[in-house]
């Protein structure tokens, strides 16, 4: 089933997920399964809880359209991060253009950690640790950021802050047009 994408101006997006209670969350599975479909259909490669109206620390990532020649590893790159934690963050910042399916028409440049250690339940619910680096790094540092309430806009320059005000502003009133299935405030 097909979702709606909470838009920029919803409180949830602003919330601190909570773990997840694994052993007595109702229909688990399917969560995941409308999160991925949900996700595939607005053509993200990414989708956290609060972006669906759930303040649950969930996110799910699927790198494979992105897979190249370049970049053979994001073919098999399809996850599902339950109760994630981020255990260490590391390597110089790196500057690279972002959007959000909850900021439709907005792309920026946003700085990011090469290197990212991450604590999680997989869709097994078997709890993993693993090191990314590069593009995977970022798009989980962003998939995170959506648990801690954080968004790709608090963290680009001043400058690019005040030339996006408005739009946000328009978002926050419900001022929005795209091709998915949304839910502003208003
Ligand atoms: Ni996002």
Same mark, same amino acid.
């Given at each position: 089933?097909?979702?709606?994408?909470?838009?920029?101006?919803?409180?949830? @997006?602003?919330?601190?997920?909570?773990?997840?209670?694994?052993?007595? *969350?109702?229909?688990?599975?399917?969560?995941?399964?409308?999160?991925?479909?949900?996700? *595939?259909? +607005?053509?993200?490669?990414?989708?956290?809880?609060?972006?669906?109206?759930?303040?649950?620390?969930?996110?799910?990532?699927?790198?494979?359209? @992105?897979?190249?020649?370049?970049?053979?590893?994001?073919?098999?790159?399809?996850?599902?991060?339950?109760?994630?934690?981020?255990?260490?963050?590391?390597?110089?910042?790196?500057?690279?253009?972002?959007?959000?399916?909850?900021?439709?028409?907005? =792309? #920026?440049?946003?700085?990011?950690?090469? #290197?990212?250690?991450?604590? *999680?339940?997989?869709?097994?619910?078997?709890?993993?640790?693993? =090191? *990314?680096?590069?593009?995977?790094?970022?798009?989980?540092?962003?998939?995170?950021?959506?648990?801690?309430?954080?968004?790709?806009?608090?963290?680009?320059?001043?400058?690019?802050?005040?030339?996006?005000?408005?739009? @946000? +502003?328009?978002?926050?009133?419900?001022?929005? +047009?795209?091709?998915?299935?949304?839910?502003?405030?208003?």
């Amino acid at each position: 089933m097909i979702l709606p994408i909470y838009i920029y101006g919803q409180p949830v @997006l602003r919330k601190v997920a909570q773990d997840i209670d694994v052993e007595n *969350y109702l229909n688990l599975k399917e969560l995941i399964d409308n999160m991925f479909e949900t996700m *595939y259909y +607005a053509d993200g490669v990414g989708l956290a809880g609060p972006q669906v109206g759930l303040s649950d620390r969930i996110f799910v990532v699927d790198l494979s359209p @992105l897979a190249s020649d370049e970049h053979p590893e994001f073919k098999d790159f399809k996850k599902v991060f339950i109760n994630a934690h981020i255990t260490e963050r590391s390597g110089d910042l790196e500057m690279v253009e972002e959007g959000c399916l909850s900021i439709p028409g907005i =792309h #920026e440049k946003v700085p990011r950690e090469g #290197e990212v250690t991450i604590a *999680y339940l997989d869709e097994d619910l078997q709890p993993r640790e693993e =090191h *990314y680096s590069g593009f995977m790094a970022r798009v989980i540092q962003h998939e995170y950021d959506h648990l801690d309430g954080v968004l790709f806009t608090d963290r680009i320059s001043p400058l690019r802050k005040r030339m996006v005000k408005n739009k @946000l +502003a328009n978002m926050e009133k419900g001022k929005v +047009a795209c091709d998915y299935k949304i839910r502003t405030v208003r």
